[in-house]
């Protein structure tokens, strides 16, 4: 069964740094792309990074270029996001999440999710 689980959410000043965690179990050897999306009050869930399970290619969103890291642990089984210069527009529910067959910046194209972890941003 797979199961993600993020973890790294918290509290910060604008100008600040956070790092997620994301923990994946299960057959972690079919995954093809993995993700970070977010999801503020009101709004749709929108695409941040992606990160090729094997491999080096990455995929960022422009609002977070240059400011954040998408990185992988295959050993560990561990996604990352080094978010640094975070903005009070960057508060949102991150989310990790799993695809199976290809990368898209679409939600409804990957498999599997976590919970969520909270990242608020304070001016």
């Known amino acids: 069964q797979v199961q993600l689980v993020e973890s790294g959410g918290g509290l910060v000043q604008a100008g600040g740094s956070l790092r997620l965690s994301c923990a994946a179990s299960g057959r972690t050897s079919n995954y093809y792309v993995m993700a970070w999306f977010r999801q503020a009050p009101g709004k749709e869930r929108e695409f941040v990074a992606a990160i090729r399970w094997t491999g080096v290619r990455t995929y960022y969103a422009d609002s977070v270029k240059g400011r954040f890291t998408i990185s992988r642990d295959s050993a560990k089984n561990t996604l990352y996001l080094q978010m640094n210069s975070l903005k009070p527009e960057d508060t949102a529910v991150y989310y990790c999440?799993?695809?199976?067959?290809?990368?898209?910046?679409?939600?409804?194209?990957?498999?599997?999710w976590g919970q969520g972890t909270q990242v608020t941003v304070s001016s």
């Open positions: 999440a799993a695809s199976l067959n290809y990368y898209s910046d679409n939600p409804t194209n990957y498999d599997y």
